[in-house]
């Protein structure tokens, strides 16, 4: 399939990261389309977008005429039409445990505090910044206590989540990562996950995606 890919995306998106990290592991040329989402409200709810998808997210992944939503769906539609390198394990056992982690991420830290939640506790609740921050910084460490003893002595762990390769848990916990820095999470309990940040972003197709090498970033 050699239909041109174009990736609606947010420079700090922690779902859209994921994408980026699954793209380039994929070596798959592709273009961004930028969504800012602040500015003016959130581009993301203009009308253009918004029919793109309904739920007003990013990202949304578009193959030749095909729009792709949801970032754990999509990159499990690229490792099936482009199966090499694989981002999931060649065994059920090992691919139930992959995405155990990835969903670990994506849906129970994530969706916890994403742009839309903090908007949502400032514009009806009136909650103030430093309380928004002790919230994510709750939740995030909650999930990665349960993620770092997932990882801890597991005979499949390696030097990534499982193996020596990356596969979509990885994908899914190095934005999370870069998110626990940006909120102030001391990382010093979870030595597994910093040493597979470290072992991930140290690749070109990790530091590629990262949010300040994206076209869309401010400048620094």
């Not at 939503?69 to 499990?76: C, N, V, Y």
């Not at 445990?97 to 830290?109: K, P, W």
């Amino acid at each position: 399939m050699t239909d041109r890919l174009s990736l609606y995306s947010y420079w700090r998106s922690s779902a859209a990261y994921r994408v980026r990290i699954g793209l380039n592991i994929k070596a798959l040329p592709y273009d961004i389309a930028p969504v800012h989402l602040l500015r003016d409200g959130g581009e993301q709810h203009g009308a253009e977008f918004a029919a793109a998808n309904p739920q007003q997210l990013v990202p949304v992944l578009q193959h030749g005429h095909r729009l792709l939503r949801q970032s754990l769906a999509i990159l499990e539609y690229l490792d099936e039409v482009w199966p090499t390198p694989p981002l999931l394990p060649a065994t059920a056992r090992d691919r139930q445990r992959v995405r155990a982690l990835a969903q670990l991420v994506a849906c129970d830290i994530h969706p916890l505090n994403n742009l839309r939640v903090m908007q949502y506790f400032e514009r009806d609740w009136g909650v103030p910044t430093p309380e928004r921050d002790v919230w994510t910084r709750h939740w995030m460490v909650q999930g990665f206590d349960a993620f770092e003893a997932l990882l801890q002595n597991h005979p499949s762990t390696g030097p990534f989540c499982d193996g020596h390769a990356p596969t979509i848990a990885d994908c899914c916990l190095i934005p999370q990562v870069y998110n626990a820095r940006r909120f102030g999470v001391d990382l010093t309990p979870y030595p597994t996950i910093a040493r597979i940040d470290a072992a991930c972003l140290a690749l070109p197709a990790f530091d590629a995606a990262r949010p300040e090498r994206q076209p869309d970033a401010p400048a620094t």
